[in-house]
């Protein structure tokens, strides 16, 4: 069982930056894909970021693209968002999730608990 523990949160003020960090423990990550998906009170969850861990190939939704940067720590087992110049509308929970390398983002299977990033104006 693949188990995804996110950190990282917290409150930042507009224009500011914070980096979340998913560990990943269970099972070996060299055929998955993790994504970096939020949820904002009374919105649908959206997939903001995805990065395949054996190439490190990388996806960035519009709302995010040159202001957000994932990355991974092989040997950490760690997957990483950097958010820079956020925005109050980035608020939200932010969680960590895996799904099998060519699955639809549909098939998100493994989740972390989530952690809540808060963008005060």
């Known amino acids: 069982q693949l188990q995804l523990v996110e950190s990282g949160g917290g409150l930042v003020q507009a224009g500011g930056s914070l980096r979340l960090s998913c560990t990943a423990s269970?099972?070996?990550?060299?055929?998955?894909?993790l994504g970096w998906w939020r949820q904002a009170p009374g919105k649908e969850r959206e997939l903001v970021s995805a990065?395949?861990?054996?190439?490190?190939?990388?996806y960035y939704d519009d709302s995010v693209k040159g202001r957000f940067a994932t990355s991974r720590d092989n040997a950490r087992n760690t997957v990483y968002l950097q958010m820079n110049s956020l925005m109050p509308e980035d608020t939200a929970v932010y969680l960590c999730?895996?799904?099998?390398?060519?699955?639809?983002?549909?098939?998100?299977?493994?989740w972390g608990q989530g952690t809540q990033v808060t963008v005060s104006s």
């Open positions: 999730a895996a799904k099998v390398r060519g699955a639809d983002r549909s098939e998100y299977r493994y």
């Open positions: 269970g099972r070996s990550l060299s055929n998955y894909v």
């Open positions: 990065i395949t861990w054996s190439e490190g190939l990388t």
